[in-house]
């Protein structure tokens, strides 16, 4: 006896072949359809297309579009949303490129502009002057501005900055190594210091994180010689220390960088003379020095006061002598 299907009206044997079979289900809406390789590749297509387009409207050269890499595009354009959310287009003045180009070369170091949390905003273009690196170089190390400085200085700049967003236009200044092009380092032997003096300021009302940025002027201080330029001695000051920092010696060149004659100074403490922003980073160097094993030596640059109640900066090659337990600090007056 043959058994027919009841919706096919079929052979038992064709009733299979009518049924759906386990595991090819027709999707339902709870149910999508699952990613194949066609599909992915639709997506990735899909996705390379809108980075090209996003790559075609960046305001930059030919040639650095064709060597950006995908990561690269999107750090580019966010800067420059980041950029364009802080300072609307329709609300700038019109500044045409001939005299941007002239104002910027009369600076003595690059425009930089960040975010409250630290993003950078912008780079002005004459940064390749002074670290060897294009804008577009440079945020390829990352798009924060502790992805271009030395990581030895990241606390210290972070609690300036902190500083200078609790009190929005109070200037700030510090002093960290910048991230140089290849060429650069082996030409001068490292990265580059560089003195950044900025504050905050809010572009629209009422203030917020959002609508305020750090604008500051980078500028490029020289770099202190651990055993001395005897080419530079004019730049120089010599002064020893007992192991609390009690001038006990210096020599007569300090009166033409401090203004101070060299009795004035023995008996003194050094921390007398400190900016208040730097005591902890002197402190940081004093105790490197005095509880380092050997002969320890340490750089730093920092600001001390000049008599006539102007600050100096200088970068201290701090030095101690086991031999009668004194510090030797040289410092060169930064330019």
Request: hydrophobic share 40%; proline share 5%.
């Amino acid at each position: 006896m043959t058994i027919f299907c009841s919706h096919c009206h079929r052979p038992l044997q064709a009733e299979m072949s009518c049924l759906p079979r386990r595991g090819k289900q027709a999707p339902s809406a709870s149910k999508p359809f699952r990613s194949t390789k066609s599909a992915s590749k639709a997506r990735r297509d899909q996705i390379n297309a809108e980075l090209q387009v996003l790559r075609s409207l960046l305001p930059i050269s030919a040639r650095e579009k064709e060597r950006l890499s995908y990561l690269h595009t999107m750090a580019l354009v966010c800067l420059w949303l980041r950029g364009a959310q802080l300072f609307p287009p329709d609300s700038a003045p019109p500044v045409g490129p001939d005299l941007g180009t002239e104002l910027l070369s009369l600076l003595p170091g690059f425009l930089l502009v960040l975010s409250a949390n630290g993003k950078l905003i912008y780079i002005s273009e004459n940064v390749a002057q002074v670290l060897g690196l294009s804008m577009v170089e440079l945020l390829a190390q990352g798009d924060t501005v502790f992805d271009i400085l030395d990581g030895r200085a990241h606390e210290e700049v972070r609690k300036k900055l902190l500083l200078a967003q609790e009190e929005p236009g109070s200037e700030v200044t510090f002093v960290s190594e910048m991230r140089t092009s290849k060429a650069f380092r082996l030409q001068h032997g490292g990265n580059r210091a560089m003195a950044v003096r900025g504050r905050f300021m809010a572009q629209r009302w009422p203030a917020s994180p959002s609508t305020t940025a750090f604008l500051a002027l980078c500028t490029p201080v020289a770099r202190l010689p651990v055993g001395g330029d005897a080419g530079s001695q004019d730049h120089l000051f010599q002064s020893t220390h007992m192991l609390d920092m009690t001038f006990t010696d210096v020599t007569e060149s300090v009166t033409y960088h401090l203004g101070y004659h060299r009795e004035e100074l023995i008996g003194q403490s050094w921390y007398q003379l400190l900016h208040p922003e730097d005591a902890d980073l002197a402190a940081t160097l004093h105790r490197a020095v005095a509880f380092g094993s050997g002969a320890a030596a340490e750089t730093v640059v920092l600001r001390l006061l000049r008599r006539d109640w102007t600050w100096a900066w200088l970068g201290v090659l701090a030095q101690r002598d086991c031999r009668d337990h004194s510090i030797t600090c040289t410092s060169r007056c930064l330019r």
